[in-house]
Structure formats: structure tokens, C-alpha cells
């Protein structure tokens, strides 16, 4: 019968927590950067020039229909190929961003989309300039509309994170794995890092739950 035994986990538990905080950062760094990539991307595939509207397919598409362990790979193996290197850490950082402004980019779209004309011409009939009725008319209220499946999509930025640990970023299933194969405590190890990823995806919700209620005066999730 197996005998659990925990004891070498919390021997190495600091590693975990070392872990846990590069995941955290890779999500927040994720979540600014893929979101600073997704709104022009969405706005060019809805208002742009028919070239910057292809782009922006070619770009949503590529990156939907791909494997995210491709896109790891290509960062981080092929791009120092044409000159553009990374360290792990950094290039986990640039594959997430990525990976999640493509997915966030069609959010923010539909939510764009969902905007009714009559708004967008009653800006226009109040003089505001076409920069301010995408910024007080269409933009506030999309992201009003979008923004519980947009921070769904962070949530899972988080989860995809662990893939990282396959180009040896020091997240937390990288963590984990080192700490497996010097205790040979894989039940234990991996229980212990799903509890933790459990937590810190509600520790995410609750903060864009909190988030959601100051800015858009959200019910508070339950």
C-alpha cells in the first residue's frame, strides 16, 4: 500500500513559492502586453485599411490555429535564427503575450462590434472627434460588455502558463518537476502544484471580480 509522504515537498516548498511568483508575473506581464496588442488588432480588423485588416486576420488566425507549444518553440528556437534571442523567462513572456493578444483581439472585436450605430453618431453629433468617440463611445461600453470573458481569457493565460516550463522557465510547474525527480514524490509533488494553480486561479478571479465592481459596478462573484 502506498504510504503518502509530504515531508519532501515542504522541505522544498520555497521553490514552489519562487515558482508561483515568475507564474504570477508571466500572467500580469501576459495579460498588460497581449492586451496592449489586442485593441489595435481588433480595431484594424473593424476600422483599418483592407492591408491592416488582413494583417490582423493573418495574425488572429495564425495564432488560433497553432499549437501554443509551436509558438514557445518558435520564439525561443527559431527567431534567435534571424538574430532575436531570448532567455526562457523572457521568451515564455513574449509566446504568452502573443498567444493571448490573438485571443483577446476577437473578444475585444465582438464587443466592438456589439456597439450600436445610433451611439456612435450620436458622438459624432455631439462634435466629438473620431479618436473620442472610439474612446468614450464604442471602446468604454465594449469593454463593459466583454470583460467577464476577457478576464476568463487571463484566468487562462495562467493555466497555458505552465507550458513554459518545457524551454526551462523557472515557473511553477518547472518547479515542481525539478522537485519531482529529486524526491521521486510525484504524487505528492503534483498535488501540491494543481492545489497551488487552483488557488492562484481563484485568487485571479477574485481580484478582477473586485475589479469589475469598482470599474463597472459588477455584482461581486460568488
Avoid at 129 to 146: M, T
Avoid at 153 to 181: E, H, K, P, R, W
Amino acid at each position: 500500500m502506498y504510504t503518502f509522504n509530504f515531508a519532501p515537498v515542504f522541505e522544498n516548498f520555497d521553490q514552489l513559492l519562487i515558482g508561483a511568483v515568475l507564474t504570477m508575473q508571466l500572467t500580469v506581464g501576459g495579460i498588460v502586453f497581449g492586451s496592449l496588442i489586442a485593441v489595435p488588432v481588433a480595431a484594424a480588423k473593424i476600422y483599418g485599411a483592407a492591408p491592416l485588416r488582413w494583417l490582423a486576420s493573418a495574425y488572429i488566425e495564425a495564432i488560433r490555429n497553432t499549437p501554443f507549444l509551436i509558438q514557445i518553440f518558435f520564439v525561443y528556437f527559431a527567431l534567435p535564427s534571424v538574430g532575436l534571442r531570448f532567455d526562457p523567462n523572457s521568451a515564455a513572456l513574449v509566446a504568452l503575450s502573443v498567444n493571448v493578444g490573438a485571443y483577446s483581439a476577437e473578444i475585444v472585436r465582438a464587443g466592438l462590434l456589439a456597439i450600436n450605430l445610433g451611439q456612435i453618431e450620436a458622438g459624432k453629433a455631439l462634435g466629438l472627434g473620431g479618436f473620442q468617440v472610439f474612446r468614450y463611445v464604442i471602446f468604454k461600453p465594449a469593454i463593459r460588455a466583454i470583460y467577464p470573458a476577457l478576464t476568463s481569457q487571463f484566468v487562462y493565460l495562467m493555466l497555458t502558463s505552465s507550458v513554459v516550463s518545457v524551454i526551462s522557465a523557472t515557473d511553477l510547474a518547472a518547479a515542481g518537476n525539478n522537485i519531482q525527480l529529486n524526491t521521486f514524490a510525484a504524487f505528492e509533488v503534483y498535488l501540491v502544484v494543481t492545489a497551488i494553480y487552483f488557488a492562484l486561479s481563484l485568487f485571479l478571479s477574485f481580484i478582477f471580480s473586485v475589479f469589475g465592481r469598482w470599474a463597472f459596478n459588477y455584482p461581486m462573484a460568488r
